[in-house]
């Protein structure tokens, strides 16, 4: 099972631009990487996924390299409320010739935005 | 749609007293996840259920822990008997599977479980 390394927190001005890196050594060919946010007292919340190289949604980016062993979450111009939590999860669900996927959560980097 | 339903949001309990955690995930989705929130372990997957099936448990912590969807739209998750180290943040997500690819999960609002 792939394991994810994240940094435990960041912190950050308003306006500026946010890069999270988490490692991920071990993912598997079969494996995605999906990265969430979480507020206090509420679920968290699925921010953007991908497979390979770069993908951009109206939230943020994900930068995932060739070998794929490590990726970034890119949060362009952060506010005050952007202070959440921030968790790497790397798993895939299906059956592949009789193995079984898990998805794991990392611990989460707390990035807190200050004004 | 409501979004993933979780009962009750808060519960208090005394030790060794069964403890039930219920979910209503979103309708037409075919997944069902229950995690545990703590401030020491982080987020931990329990079990997850395909099409009402559980599909790996290999994450409850002990037979004390059960989960059973019995229909769709709905799921428990039941700890018989409850101790003070069951004190976390419990979380049910579903999402709609798609062949080949990891899913984007929808949490509900979590239940604050308190074991005294």
């Known amino acids: 099972l792939a394991k994810t390394t994240q940094p435990i927190s960041m912190d950050s001005y308003e306006g500026q631009e946010v890069n999270i890196t988490c490692s991920h050594n071990?993912?598997?060919?079969?494996?995605?990487i999906t990265w969430y946010q979480q507020f206090p007292s509420q679920g968290p919340r699925f921010i953007i996924q991908?497979?390979?190289t770069k993908v951009t949604n109206e939230v943020a980016s994900l930068f995932i390299p060739a070998d794929r062993k490590s990726s970034t979450l890119s949060l362009p111009r952060v506010s005050l409320s952007d202070t959440a939590v921030y968790y790497c999860?790397?798993?895939?669900?299906?059956?592949?010739?009789?193995?079984?996927?898990?998805?794991?959560f990392g611990k989460g980097t707390k990035l807190s935005v200050k004004p | 749609d409501a979004g993933v339903i979780q009962s009750p949001r808060h519960e208090v309990t005394e030790m060794g007293q069964e403890v039930t955690l219920r979910c209503k995930p979103i309708?037409?989705?075919?997944?069902l996840f229950w995690y545990r929130q703590t401030m020491m372990r982080g987020l931990e997957l329990l079990i997850y259920?395909?099409?009402?099936?559980?599909?790996?448990d290999s994450g409850m912590p002990e037979d004390r822990f059960s989960a059973k969807m019995p229909n769709a739209s709905f799921s428990t998750l039941k700890i018989q008997p409850s101790e003070p180290r069951d004190s976390a943040v419990y979380f049910c997500?579903?999402?709609?599977?798609?062949?080949?690819?990891?899913?984007?999960?929808?949490f509900g609002p979590g239940t604050r479980l308190t074991v005294t």
């Open positions: 997500a579903s999402t709609l599977g798609t062949s080949g690819i990891s899913y984007e999960q929808y």
């Open positions: 071990n993912i598997a060919t079969n494996d995605y």
């Open positions: 991908g497979y390979k």
């Open positions: 999860l790397v798993g895939d669900l299906y059956f592949y010739g009789g193995s079984q996927g898990n998805l794991i």
């Open positions: 309708s037409g989705h075919d997944y």
């Open positions: 259920f395909n099409n009402n099936v559980p599909i790996d």
